[in-house]
């Protein structure tokens, strides 16, 4: 029996969309119509949370990646599944700072503290870390960079390790280190461009 089937390929296009969404491909609108066309038609049952909370990453990151700032944290903020939330933390604290919320990215990282303080994890850490150096006064946001960089070299996520790169390189490029900035930017280039990931990429290169 084909009952109930087609529900079950939503969440796997929901992944596919996000993938779509981080390389900027020219089939990202055609996968996100796939998807809302299956969230229209079948009802998902226990899905429901995770496909809705993976096409707002999706949209998210898609807005992020054209430049649209206030986009992307509307979509990023209205998570509902708390293990999606902490996957996607490098990304919705980046879209809050990057919009000017930064009372909204203090409160996602610190509600991340909370899980990592308890689970110890080397990428929870790592991205409590990078949050705080986001938010940070100009004297403590270098030594909490330098901290997220060696969580991730225990995480084992080289998309957090480069976003990390990224944004430690470009607050260096901004006070005027262009050569400490630069092995950080080339180190995430190559990270994103193996990923794919070709407006990150495209920004470290600025």
Same mark, same amino acid.
């Given at each position: 029996?084909?009952?109930?089937?087609?529900?079950?390929?939503?969440?796997?296009?929901?992944?596919?969309?996000?993938?779509?969404?981080?390389?900027?491909?020219?089939?990202?609108?055609?996968?996100?119509?796939?998807?809302?066309?299956?969230?229209?038609?079948?009802?998902?049952?226990?899905?429901?949370?995770?496909?809705?909370?993976?096409?707002?990453? *999706?949209?998210? &990151?898609?807005?992020?990646?054209? $430049?649209?700032?206030?986009? !992307?944290? /509307?979509? =990023?903020?209205?998570? +509902?599944?708390?293990?999606?939330?902490?996957?996607?933390?490098?990304?919705?604290?980046?879209?809050?700072?990057?919009?000017?919320?930064?009372?909204?990215?203090?409160?996602?990282?610190?509600?991340?503290?909370?899980?990592?303080?308890?689970?110890?994890?080397?990428?929870?850490?790592?991205?409590?870390?990078?949050?705080?150096?986001?938010?940070?006064?100009?004297?403590? *946001?270098?030594? &909490?960079?330098?901290?997220?960089? $060696?969580?991730?070299?225990? !995480?084992? /996520?080289? =998309?957090?390790?480069? +976003?990390?790169?990224?944004?430690?390189?470009?607050?260096?490029?901004?006070?005027?280190?262009?050569?400490?900035?630069?092995?950080?930017?080339?180190?995430?280039?190559?990270?994103?461009?193996?990923?794919?990931?070709?407006?990150?990429?495209?920004?470290?290169?600025?």
């Amino acid at each position: 029996s084909s009952i109930g089937q087609p529900a079950m390929t939503a969440s796997p296009t929901a992944w596919l969309t996000l993938l779509s969404a981080l390389q900027d491909r020219d089939d990202y609108d055609d996968r996100l119509t796939r998807l809302e066309d299956l969230v229209a038609k079948h009802p998902l049952g226990i899905l429901t949370d995770p496909v809705h909370d993976l096409t707002r990453w *999706a949209k998210g &990151l898609r807005a992020a990646g054209s $430049g649209d700032r206030v986009g !992307a944290l /509307r979509h =990023l903020a209205r998570f +509902r599944m708390p293990v999606l939330a902490r996957m996607a933390a490098p990304e919705r604290i980046e879209a809050a700072v990057r919009a000017g919320d930064q009372a909204a990215a203090r409160a996602w990282t610190e509600e991340l503290a909370r899980f990592a303080d308890a689970t110890r994890r080397p990428w929870a850490l790592a991205t409590v870390a990078y949050g705080r150096a986001l938010t940070a006064g100009h004297g403590i *946001a270098e030594a &909490l960079f330098q901290e997220s960089l $060696g969580h991730h070299d225990r !995480a084992g /996520r080289p =998309l957090d390790t480069a +976003r990390t790169q990224l944004a430690y390189g470009e607050w260096l490029r901004r006070n005027r280190r262009r050569v400490d900035a630069r092995q950080h930017l080339r180190d995430a280039v190559e990270t994103f461009q193996d990923l794919r990931a070709a407006n990150l990429a495209a920004r470290a290169n600025q």
